[in-house]
């Protein structure tokens, strides 16, 4: 029996950059996980007590248009933040065992940065 996508109303909101609805945005209206191009990155990387920009290489991979940060650390909290000035009081928080899913828009270039109370290790995949 083929999925009824309408059955998924979570998975039809709107775009967060343009505001439009996902399918008219250029994403399908699962997300952009059914959209994974050679190219993509993961890898893991550490969060220490300064600001670190939450990407796998030396620099944001080119056109990527998710971020997915995994905490698989089981007692440290990491925290997100869009510039430097992130700390661990007001970055987004993101749990022992918790992931977040970023859908960026891949023409800004927004650097993603991750603080800690202590140097914590979490999996990383820019998707393009």
């Known amino acids: 029996m083929p999925v009824n996508q309408n059955n998924y109303p979570h998975a039809m909101a709107d775009d967060p950059v343009t505001g439009k609805p996902m399918e008219k945005a250029g994403y399908h209206k699962f997300g952009s996980f059914d959209r994974i191009k050679s190219g993509s990155l993961y890898g893991s990387i550490s969060i220490g007590t300064s600001a670190t920009p939450v990407r796998v290489g030396g620099s944001d991979l080119a056109t990527r248009h998710t971020l997915l940060i995994v905490n698989d650390d089981p007692t440290n909290s990491i925290y997100i ?6 700390t661990v009081a007001n970055g987004i928080p993101i749990r022992p ?3 977040r899913q970023l859908l960026l828009d891949p ?14 290790s979490v999996v990383v995949a820019e998707m393009k």
């Not at 933040?81 to 992130?86: I, P, Q, W």
């Open 81 to 86: 933040g869009f510039d430097a000035s992130v």
């Open 97 to 99: 065992n918790e992931e």
């Open 107 to 120: 023409v800004s270039g927004l650097t993603i940065y991750g603080i800690a109370s202590v140097s914590t």
